[in-house]
Every structure is written in C-alpha cells, then in structure tokens.
C-alpha cells in the first residue's frame, strides 16, 4: 500500500483544528488511518481532535499488529474510548466546556477496509474507475439533502451547512457509525475534513485520483494531495483542509 497524509490551515482561521494519524508498518497486518475536525473555542476544538487521533491510535496501537481480531469491535471500542477522554477533558475544564470532534477512521487490511465515522468528515473509495462517497455526513445540510429538502448543489453553500448532527466529545454516548467492505489492487481511499469535500466536487477528486491507480511511489501519492489542498485554497480555502490517501497495491507495504 501507498500513503500520503496532509493538513493545512487554511486562507482564513488563525488556527488549525484538524488533526490526522496514521500507522503504516509493512510488518503489520492491518494499517490505520484517522481524520479528525475538532469544534470549541480557543484551542478546544484543536484538544478535541488531537486527543481523538492520539486515543484511537494508542488503542490500536497493538490490535494492527494481530492477525485474527474483529476489526468492526476493535475500531468501535477505539472511539468510544476517544469520546469518553474529551468528554471528561471538557467536564474537567472550562476552557474546554463543550469542544468535541468529527472522526473518520479507516483499519485496512490486504483485503478488506472498515471504516468508523462520526460527524462530517468523509471516507470516499475509488473503485473501478468510479468515486463513491463511503460515509454518510451526520449533519443538518446532509439530513435535508437525504429528505429531498434541499439538492447537493444547495447544500454546498448552505448558511448552517458546518452544522453537524454527531460528534465525539460532546455526550458522554457517541453514535458513530461504521461498516467494512472488500477492496482489492486498484482500490484507493480517500479520508478528509470538510474543508476539502465543501470546496472540490465528487467528480474533481475522482479525476485527481484516477492516475494513481498502478502507480509505485509514494511521491505521486503525495502530489495528488498536494494538488488537492491546493486547488481548496484557490477556491478560497475558508477552512482547515485535512486529507489522507491509501492506494492498495498488491505486494508492497510501505511504512
């Protein structure tokens, strides 16, 4: 497998509340990804998501290491883990009273992807020459468009559209969802913050993605994301741009 991760604060707020993690060791059987947006003001939303990251990491930090384990108990039990730190973080501090997250975390194996999901932040697999979105945002635009109350085009620049429905940190429950499906050599995924899914469309990303399929160096990874945070900055870049990219190729693992 390939990766390539990035994150940039943007054109417009003062600081970045985006955070990522990854764990990609060619000796391990499984390969993590996590994105997180945190929300709070002054540095809570950066808390928020950096302790979501470093939580899910920590916790899987030898489940990868695992052949045989249930990947959907493993990554669930990672998150709720990560929501009961930053709920306890905010109840122990008022600088921090209400700060949560988005989430979006990917445990990939040679043959299979699942996927954890909470909030906005997007998993997005190009398959077959086609790009599907793989979550589905928990946010006020989103439930509109899925109600047939408002169309995708509208709900890109919809005045509540940072509002979102879930997060972690914010309850002392979280609901995320998650789900596992196959892939295989081609296969590609795509992890991100909303600052990119908000300023590139569907079709934007699976022409970027495209040429990577067969690719064997990490540097092409690393320039399509690249050309995608700086295509969201063109565009204004109004919010932090977080994303990561894992090309499956069969035979070669690289940490």
Request: proline letters at 3%; glycine letters at 8%; hydrophobic letters at 40%.
């Amino acid at each position: 497998m390939l990766f390539a991760a990035m994150s940039h604060i943007g054109l417009v707020r003062q600081m970045n509340q985006d955070s990522f993690g990854l764990w990609h060791d060619r000796k391990d059987p499984w390969h993590l990804t996590v994105i997180a947006d945190g929300m709070g003001g002054a540095s809570a939303g950066e808390v928020a998501s950096k302790l979501a990251t470093e939580t899910v990491l920590d916790q899987l930090a030898d489940k990868v290491k695992q052949s045989h384990i249930d990947p959907e108990q493993e990554l669930l039990a990672a998150v709720q883990e990560a929501n009961r730190k930053i709920w306890e973080a905010a109840q122990s501090s008022e600088d921090y009273a209400g700060m949560g997250t988005t989430l979006v975390a990917a445990l990939a194996s040679q043959d299979a992807v699942t996927i954890v999901h909470i909030g906005d932040s997007r998993a997005y697999l190009f398959h077959a020459g086609e790009l599907q979105q793989a979550t589905q945002d928990h946010s006020l635009v989103a439930e509109l468009v899925r109600r047939g109350q408002l169309s995708e085009e509208e709900a890109l620049t919809h005045p509540q559209r940072n509002i979102v429905t879930r997060s972690l940190g914010t309850a002392s429950d979280s609901e995320p969802e998650i789900h596992s499906f196959s892939w295989g050599p081609g296969d590609i995924l795509l992890l991100c913050t909303d600052g990119l899914s908000n300023l590139l469309h569907s079709h934007e990303l699976q022409d970027l993605l495209g040429p990577l399929v067969g690719v064997d160096s990490e540097t092409e990874v690393e320039e399509c994301a690249k050309r995608m945070v700086d295509l969201a900055l063109e565009r204004g870049g109004p919010d932090n741009i977080t994303l990561a990219i894992v090309v499956h190729q069969e035979g070669t693992v690289s940490g």
